[in-house]
């Protein structure tokens, strides 16, 4: 069954340094989204990504953050520069269409990038 | 923002049958009530998303009212594998591609 893969599975850094996250989607999938969750606390949308352009965004998703496609495969989350509470498991996720539309708009999450801020 | 209200724990045991209610007041007529599941320190994962009356699939069966302000999510003979948090979101219909969560229901499954 295809999966979303992510890379790192665990990030240790120090304050004010520059994070990338990395994801490969589903092949054949058009949206991608990032979301975090913080410790003991709920799934928050980031973003929300479709035709190598930002399609959604969240309060969360200020200018401290970027996402990019370069290459047709990669989907990548950086962080300029990370803050404490910037601590948190972050998930890729992919879908072939929107989430609204019966039996296609499943949402593909990976297994989560753990972010730990120092 | 999409609202839903559902219980923040269930407990259970193995082989019951669990049915888990998510109220949605404002749920508008295009919007789609979807479920998710996920297991710690691992993503969400899709169950089952159903528009009115009784969707079923292999994991579950998903209950929509008439006036679909609610749903429930009936997980059958559950096992310990089954404890994990359950997620009820409603999404516009093709309007948006992001899925906003709530707390979800932490059901826990004893032997």
């Known amino acids: 069954e295809p999966e979303v893969t992510q890379t790192p599975s665990h990030q240790v850094t120090q304050m004010g340094q520059e994070v990338i996250l990395r994801c490969v989607p589903i092949?054949?999938?058009?949206?991608f989204y990032w979301y975090r969750q913080i410790l003991g606390q709920k799934v928050e949308f980031l973003v929300s990504?479709?035709?190598?352009?930002?399609?959604?965004k969240s309060e969360i998703f200020d200018d401290q953050f970027s996402v990019e496609r370069p290459d047709g495969s990669n989907f990548t989350l950086k962080i300029r520069s990370t803050k404490l509470e910037d601590s948190a498991m972050y998930f890729c996720?992919?879908?072939?269409?929107?989430?609204?539309?019966?039996?296609?708009?499943?949402?593909?999450f990976g297994e989560g990038s753990r972010l730990t801020v120092l | 923002l999409a609202k839903t209200t559902q219980p923040i724990s269930m407990d259970s045991y193995e082989g019951q049958e669990v049915n888990i209610t998510c109220s949605h007041n404002?749920?508008?007529?295009?919007?789609?009530i979807t479920w998710y599941q996920q297991f710690p320190s691992q993503g969400p994962r899709f169950i089952i998303q159903?528009?009115?009356t009784k969707v079923t699939n292999e994991v579950a069966s998903l209950f929509i009212p008439a006036d679909r302000k609610s749903s429930t999510l009936s997980l059958p003979r559950v096992s310990l594998s089954d404890t994990a948090v359950y997620y009820c979101?409603?999404?516009?219909?093709?309007?948006?591609?992001?899925?906003?969560f709530g707390t979800g229901t932490l059901l826990a499954v004893q032997p």
């Open positions: 996720a992919s879908s072939f269409t929107t989430s609204g539309k019966t039996n296609t708009g499943e949402l593909f």
């Open positions: 092949s054949n999938h058009l949206y």
């Open positions: 990504f479709y035709n190598n352009e930002i399609s959604e």
């Open positions: 404002n749920i508008a007529t295009n919007d789609y």
């Open positions: 159903g528009y009115k």
């Open positions: 979101l409603y999404v516009k219909g093709g309007a948006t591609n992001k899925l906003i």
